[in-house]
Every structure is written in C-alpha cells, then in structure tokens.
Nanobody, 118 residues
Framework: QVQLVESGGGLVQPGGSLRLSCAAS????????MGWYRQAPGKQREQVAG???????NYADSVKGRFTISRDNAKNTVHLQMNSLRPEDTAVYYC????????????WGQGTQVTVSS
C-alpha cells in the first residue's frame, strides 16, 4: 500500500487559486482510482474529485467547473487545481486511493489545510 503525502494548501482570498499535490511513496500506475477529499470543521469528510488510471474524472457538484484533478503516473503524483475559491471551500484536503466515488480504500494522511478568507 502506498503512502500519500498532501501539500500545497494555504490561505487564499476568495476568487483565488491553489494547486494541491499528492505525492505517493510508490508507483500509482496500477492504482485504478484516486481521489481528493475534504473535511470542513464540524462536517463529515466528502469527496470532491476523482480520477481513474485511464484519465476519466468526476467531481462533486459544488466544485464542478472550478476544480480540476489530474494524475501523473510517471511522477507518482496527483494534483488538484482549485480556481475561483470560495469561503465554503475551507477545509483540510486529503488524497486517497479508492474503488470508486466515495469509496476510499487507503489510510488517511495528515492532509493539507486550505483556508479561503479575506
């Protein structure tokens, strides 16, 4: 099982952008599905984006058109480009392997904090 480390979070103003990265300790080439999730204070963790090893993507309605997930199998990384950020996007963001939407299958890392505030 690969270990995943998230990075790239920070404080950004509404309307701004951030690019999150998820670095794997080993090859992700054979991992069929990977996703980005987030957990806001007092709320359950939710998935926001997913990508298959064939490059197919899916998104939560709340981020569709603003977030873009991508994976680089050669560099064993998964990215989440977040544009037009809103205060309600504030959360700790995690990446994980999965078997499908909402079905994370690996251990959770420490995540990376994203705060959207003026």
């Amino acid at each position: 099982q690969v270990q995943l480390v998230e990075s790239g979070g920070g404080l950004v103003q509404p309307g701004g952008s951030l690019r999150l990265s998820c670095a794997a300790s080993g090859s992700i080439f054979s991992i069929r599905y990977m996703g980005w999730y987030r957990q806001a204070p007092g709320k359950q963790r939710e998935q926001v984006a997913g990508v298959t090893n064939a490059g197919s993507t899916n998104y939560a309605d709340s981020v569709k058109g603003r977030f873009t997930i991508s994976r680089d199998n050669a560099k064993n990384t998964v990215h989440l480009q977040m544009n037009s950020l809103r205060p309600e996007d504030t959360a700790v963001y995690y990446c994980n392997t999965g078997v499908g939407w909402g079905l994370a299958s690996g251990s959770w890392g420490q995540g990376t904090q994203v705060t959207v505030s003026s």
